[in-house]
C-alpha cells in the first residue's frame, strides 16, 4: 500500500475515533441538560397543582396566580424576540440547522429555550419536553464542536445531540437514533449512525442515574391483542388515527396562521397565550401539560365515551393553540396524549359493536403509534419510541402495521409530514 494511502486511512480512523469520544461527551452534557430541563418543569407543575387546589374561594390567590402567569408569559416574550429559533418545538430549527439554512448561537438559544420551555410547562401550556429536549441536545452539539473548533465534525455532534435529548426526553435510546434517521436525514453513513448510538446511550446512561430506568408510561398488558382481532382493530385504528392526524396538521397550520393575523404583535401573541393557559389549568387541568398524566388516567378505564370524546376535542384545539402561540415547547407529548384518547375511544366503539372488551391498554399504546405516524409520517420511529416507553415488545407486529395503515390514510389524505411543513 501506497505511504499515501496509508497516511489517509490512518486520518480518517482517527477523525472516527475523535467524532466517537467527543460523541460521549455530546451525550452526557445533552443527559445533563435534559434531566436538568425535566427536573425544573416537574418542580413548577407540583407548584402549579398544589397553588390551585388551594385556590377555593381566595381571591388573593386566585389573582397571584394570574399575576404569575402574566409575568412569565412578558418573561418568555422577550426571551422569544431575543432569540426567535426557540419558538415551538425546535425540531424544524434543528433541520434547517443541518441543512445549513440558519445559523443558531447556542449561546443565547440554549438558556433562553432551557427558560422558556420550562416556563410555559410550569403555567400549563399543552405542550411537550421532547422537541425542547432535541433541540437542547442539538445545541450541545453546536457548543462542542465550536469549543473544540472542530467545524467539520458539527454535523455529527448536532445529529448526535439530538439522538441524545429525545433519547433522555422519553428514555428511548433506540427511537431517538431512529428519529434521527427518519426525520433529520432520511438517510445517514455509518459513522454518524455510531456517533448517535453512542451519545444516545450516555444520554440515557445520565437519565438512568436520576430518574432509574422504567418506563415513561406505566401502562400494563393484561394480555396480548389476539392476532384474530388484528383485521378488525387495527384497520379502524388506523384509519381513525390516520383521519386525526390529518386534521391536526392542518389545524396547526390553520391556528398558526390565524393566530399571527389576530395578534399581529408576536410578544403580545406569546404573553397573551399565557393568560389562556392559565385559566385552563385553573378551569380544566386535565387539559394542561404534555399528557402523560392524562394518558395514564385513561388507562385506568374509567371514562364513558362521552368524556373520551370532550378531552380528546379539548386537548387537541388547546395543543393547536398552544403551539400556534410561538411559545418554546413541543408536541410530542400531546400527539401521544391525543392518540391514546383516539385509542381508547376506538375500543368504546368496537366494543359497543361486539368486539372483544378487555383490551383497553392494548388499543391505547396502538392508538399512540397510529397518530403519531399520521402526523410525523416516522412509521418505525413511532413503533419504536412506544415500545420502548411502554416497557414492552409484545405489539411491535401490530404497531408496525397501524403505522403502515395511518401513513396511508395520511397520505391519501393528502396530509404532508408535520416537521416538513413547519420548516418550509
Known sequence: ??????????????????????????????????????????????????????????????????????????????????APYIKGSGIPQVKASLMRRIVPSWKKELPSKFAGGSLALGVGFSLGREGPSIQLGALSGEAVSELIDRAEYRRYLVTAGAAAGISAAFNAPLAGVLFCVEELHKNVSPTMMTSSLIASFCANAVMWAFFGNSPVFGIVLADVLPLSMYLTVIPFIGAATGILGTVFNAGLLSFQTAYARIVKDERLRVASAFVVAAAVALLVPSLTGGGDRLIESVGHGAMPAVALAALLVGKLVFTLFCYASGTPGGIFLPMLAIGALAGALSNAALTSIGVAPGYLENYILIGMVGFFTAVVRAPITGAVLITEMAGSFAHFPAFILVSVIAAIVAGVLKSKPIYDSLLA
Do not use: D, Q
Open 1 to 82: 500500500m501506497a505511504r499515501s494511502s496509508v497516511t489517509a486511512e490512518f486520518s480518517h480512523r482517527r477523525k472516527k475515533t475523535e467524532i466517537y469520544a467527543y460523541s460521549v461527551l455530546v451525550g452526557v452534557l445533552s443527559g445533563l441538560l435534559v434531566v436538568g430541563y425535566r427536573s425544573t418543569i416537574s418542580v413548577l407543575e407540583s407548584g402549579r397543582f398544589r397553588l390551585l387546589e388551594s385556590v377555593g374561594g381566595s381571591w388573593p390567590t386566585l389573582a397571584g396566580w394570574f399575576v404569575a402567569a402574566i409575568a412569565a408569559g412578558i418573561v418568555v416574550a422577550l426571551l422569544v424576540k431575543a
